[in-house]
């Protein structure tokens, strides 16, 4: 949904759907490129709990945010970090993907490959991008590494042991591990199975 400000534009979509009995293998992209999406991206993202269409991803739209706030999108993105980091916290807060803006310039691979390393770090799930050419790099830096997967499979292999079934921490080559760790590794294979084509 392209420019939403307010939860009355969610459910006015959803709205819609439901008078087009529309399928139920719809979701919603929720973009978030209005200073009032910003604003309000805590209760548009606990809209995605909620009955009717689900909302699956919320998408910054750091173009148009820049363009309505004055905000220069320079080497770094500071003026519009807090930002980033508001939609990450409501994503997670209610269980849904967040994707950061896109990189406009089409010939400075350094600044796309740092600006993508930047969402990773920030917690993005990947990147809106506007060329083909973009794909690789964006999904090289959004891809957990070789050691990531391993981690996570271990991480994954020691909780179902039996043994461990009711513990909440255990121990794992000397580290310790949590339940929420847990949570983690599954997340960490479930992007690798969507960023990576099947053998």
């Not at 909440?168 to 000397?174: K, L, N, R, S, Y």
Request: hydrophobic share 45%.
């Amino acid at each position: 949904i392209p420019k939403l400000s307010r939860i009355e534009d969610i459910r006015r979509e959803r709205a819609a759907h439901h008078a087009a009995q529309a399928g139920s293998d719809i979701a919603l992209w929720a973009m978030i490129e209005t200073p009032l999406a910003v604003l309000n991206v805590a209760a548009i993202a606990a809209l995605g709990e909620g009955p009717g269409v689900p909302i699956e991803c919320l998408v910054v739209g750091t173009n148009d945010l820049a363009r309505e706030t004055g905000v220069r999108l320079k080497g770094g993105r500071t003026g519009v970090l807090p930002w980033l980091s508001q939609c990450v916290l409501a994503a997670r807060a209610h269980g849904l993907a967040v994707l950061d803006g896109t990189f406009n310039d089409l010939n400075d691979w350094e600044g796309f490959h740092a600006e993508c390393e930047q969402g990773r770090d920030l917690g993005m799930d990947g990147k809106t991008l506007i060329h083909p050419r973009q794909v690789q790099m964006a999904n090289d830096v959004f891809a957990p590494s070789a050691e990531e997967v391993a981690w996570a499979e271990k991480v994954l292999a020691a909780f179902n042991r039996p043994e461990n079934a009711t513990k909440a921490v255990i121990v794992v080559e000397g580290q310790m591990v949590e339940r929420l760790h847990e949570r983690m590794a599954h997340r960490v294979l479930e992007t690798v199975t969507a960023i990576l084509p099947p053998e």
